[in-house]
């Protein structure tokens, strides 16, 4: 990595910005922090054009921060269900809550106080800081990781908190003195559609000329992390039991671990307990579902029961007519397997 920073990048990207970058998005032009903390949350790790309508939606049935801190977690789950990463949504209840509860019920101007406020990181913070109050704060996501290391081909390993933290400082070196709005969202612009994890757009980039890694060739292998995500495997088993008057079992899950606070229907960790239940009533296996979380695949086999007299133990949970099923925050696979 060279010692002398490209001082050039930020008027670059301001200009290529400008001229060709993105500015029709819905959470664009507009200074409120409601909105923009709303996208910089629901595009964590979720592609812009999967945002766009749930965005939408979400808007329309929480205008303000005080009607979602107003609303139950049940309804925000609801709503942000097949978004997936739900732990977002509890958080962004939270932090909804939070806010309202200030004294002027409304986000803190500064990147340092939005980071105190749950479920909002120091680089979610800096941009709504950037977008609404034009802080001049540096962002460091998953892309502008990969830009800035590949801009500066940054040796350090980024799996090393030491060594973020050495980028974060480089980051904030970058930044220009003004412009701070459109220079935040070039820096998306440039990760999302040109400087991709494989084969980068180098013909198309503002900064070509200045990306040291491109001059070596190696834009590839920027950035650097040693170690991997281990991927581990989970099987279950899943009953879906129905009364005689066409009602789904559904369970809600725990506060915590996967899917938390979502409604699925009972769950086994082996078949034979599944077995269990079912003896003596009239049902059928479905074809198994293989769902893949950010640390395991999870794979589950549905079988379908009819109660039509007693079982032995019933499993606890809540009756819900199919009709209404819409009003339950259920998991992606669920909510397709159960039409």
Known sequence: ???????????????????????????????????????????????????????????????????????SLDEVLTMWQGLGYYSRARNLHRCAQSVAARVDGKFPPTAAKLAELPGIGRSTAAAIAAFCYGERVAILDGNVKRVLSRLLAFEGDLASGTQEKLLWKQAEALLPCKDISAYTQGLMDLGSGICTTRSPQCLLCPASELCAARAAGEQERFPVRTRKLKRGRRENWWLWLENPAGEVLLQQRPESGVWAGLWTLPLYDDEASLATVTAGLSSEPLPRIEHALTHFDW????????????????????WVARERLVEYALPAPLKKLLG
């Open 299 to 318: 794979v589950l086999h549905p079988r379908r029961a009819l109660m039509t007299q007693g079982i032995g133990e019933l499993p606890p949970g809540e």
């Open 1 to 71: 990595m060279s010692s002398q920073l490209p001082t050039e990048f930020g008027p670059l990207l301001v200009a290529w910005q400008r001229k060709h970058g993105r500015h029709e998005l819905p959470w664009q032009n507009t200074r409120d922090p409601y909105r923009v903390w709303l996208s910089e949350i629901m595009l964590q790790q979720t592609q812009v054009t999967t945002v766009l309508g749930y965005y939408q939606r979400f808007l329309q049935r929480f205008p303000t921060v005080a009607e979602l801190a107003a609303a």
